[in-house]
């Protein structure tokens, strides 16, 4: 019994303190908006995310894997990705007028997100860091105490989407939720993102830094474009006759 509580709570207070900031993520992901993925959606995407971090510690530490860490950095171009399509969408809604909707279309999350691939996605580059932390716990695991780390992180992960949602359905944090998840969440991601390539020492690889460069050059120039195309339209729709 000793051996349970001694694990249990190690496990609890490695994954509560690595992730952390994953809640405030959640809490965007299930705040609605008009590109936010489903509630279920959000649940496997997080399951599966934490999986994949899981599943990689493991395998490092059987040394059947080593990922270098400016390629772990090079995950801080998901959530950059993630932002700036974000960022697209929101103007584009800005610009647009509202349309009624379509009963014969299904009812599907839209944007980037908007999937079980897109949140497991973000939960991976955000937990790209935590591989190292949970190695080193995992080292010192027997098959027993693995087992119960492994069933509490399951756990976790579950208790950890419920609070988020019911967070979310909080009427003093609904509202400035929505709006953050609206106005400034793209700013966020694209934050959380630079500081993964910040953190993860990416600029002293150059090959790794170029590609990086490369992709925010490429993301960037595309959101322009969607920018200068929005603008024209909406000039043209201007001084089009009523």
Not at 36 to 53: A, D, E, K, N, Y
Request: glycine content about 10%; some cysteine; aromatic content about 8%.
């Amino acid at each position: 019994m000793d051996a349970f509580y001694q694990a249990s709570v190690e496990a609890t207070t490695v994954f509560s303190a690595t992730n952390i900031d994953d809640l405030f993520l959640l809490m965007v992901c299930f705040s609605p908006s008009g590109s936010s993925p489903r509630p279920w959606q959000v649940v496997c995407g997080q399951f599966v995310g934490i999986g994949v971090l899981v599943a990689v510690s493991l395998l490092s530490l059987l040394g059947r894997v080593a990922i270098p860490e400016g390629l772990i950095g090079l995950l801080g171009l998901f959530p950059i990705s993630l932002g700036l399509s974000q960022l697209g969408e929101t103007f584009a809604e800005q610009s647009s007028a509202p349309k009624p909707p379509d009963p014969a279309a299904p009812n599907l999350s839209k944007g980037v997100m908007a999937g079980i691939l897109g949140v497991a996605g973000l939960t991976i580059a955000n937990g790209g860091d935590n591989i190292s932390v949970y190695v080193a716990m995992l080292a010192t695991s027997d098959p027993f105490r693995l087992r119960i780390i492994l069933g509490m992180f399951a756990l976790l992960t579950g208790l950890w989407c419920l609070l988020a949602w019911w967070l979310t359905q909080t009427p003093a944090l609904a509202r400035p939720l929505g709006r953050f998840r609206r106005d400034l969440a793209p700013l966020a991601l694209v934050g959380i993102g630079v500081v993964v390539l910040h953190e993860s020492h990416i600029l002293t690889h150059p090959a790794l830094a170029m590609v990086a460069l490369l992709s925010v050059g490429v993301m960037a120039t595309s959101l322009i474009w969607q920018l200068r195309s929005l603008l024209a339209a909406r000039r043209l729709s201007g001084i089009a006759p009523p």
